[in-house]
């Protein structure tokens, strides 16, 4: 047994006892985020099954990329994106860029994109507890960015949202988050939202319960 497997299949027990207790038969997605592990360690987590990993910068996305490029990974950017990192990002063609948090960034990276001759599949990130700690588009007016984004980015292909829960110990406001955040994914359904990434290591269970689709792990797979 290598040093994961074991944290991997508590995991997947713990994603099916949630589903079960909250009626929810959709699969539900892993996204292993390797920031703070190393390329052995996203090699031992791919033996035992996992394939899709995220990375929050685009230099190590590049990295483990360049390292791991012998293994048929699904690459994720959920990082804050920073204007200088567009292009770099944009040349690594990640599987789903989970972090656009605003109308602004949208259309500069569309515009790069179209240069680049790039289609990138996009969450739009919500920031759906209203922290000044996180970015992301406001819960009220995220609907309404999500449809100019459609309707003025073609160069994005939006599949859906992404938030973080509410940085609190009060379960009932990291729920209201959620809810808040799932609400939004309901209404853009219609118009061919599929995504909705919600619940890290200490929330995951709170995030299924309240319709996320896919979750973001770090700690609770990597930890020893």
């Not at 390329?39 to 990329?65: C, H, I, P, W």
């Not at 973080?164 to 990291?174: T, V």
């Amino acid at each position: 047994m290598n040093r994961y497997e074991k944290n991997f299949d508590d995991v997947l027990q713990r994603i099916e006892k949630a589903r079960l207790e909250a009626n929810e038969y959709n699969i539900i997605k892993i996204v292993a985020v390797s920031k703070y592990s190393d390329t052995d360690a996203v090699r031992e987590l791919y033996s035992v099954g996992q394939r899709a990993f995220g990375e929050n910068r685009v230099q190590d996305l590049k990295l483990k990329m360049d390292e791991l490029d012998d293994l048929p990974l699904e690459w994720h950017f959920i990082g804050r994106l920073q204007k200088n990192k567009i292009n770099h990002l944009l040349d690594l063609h990640p599987s789903l860029f989970q972090s656009c948090d605003s109308l602004e960034l949208a259309k500069e990276v569309d515009k790069r994109a179209k240069v680049k001759g790039v289609i990138l599949p996009t969450l739009l990130q919500i920031n759906s507890a209203k922290e000044d700690t996180k970015t992301g588009v406001m819960p009220e007016v995220a609907k309404d960015i999500y449809l100019q984004i459609l309707e003025d980015c073609p160069n994005l292909k939006l599949k859906g949202v992404m938030s973080i829960g509410a940085h609190s110990e009060d379960q009932k406001l990291i729920q209201k988050s959620f809810e808040t955040t799932y609400k939004i994914f309901e209404d853009l359904k219609s118009k061919g939202a599929s995504i909705c990434s919600m619940g890290m290591s200490n929330d995951f269970e709170l995030a299924i319960k309240c319709g996320s689709n896919m979750l973001r792990l770090g700690s609770i797979l990597f930890k020893r």
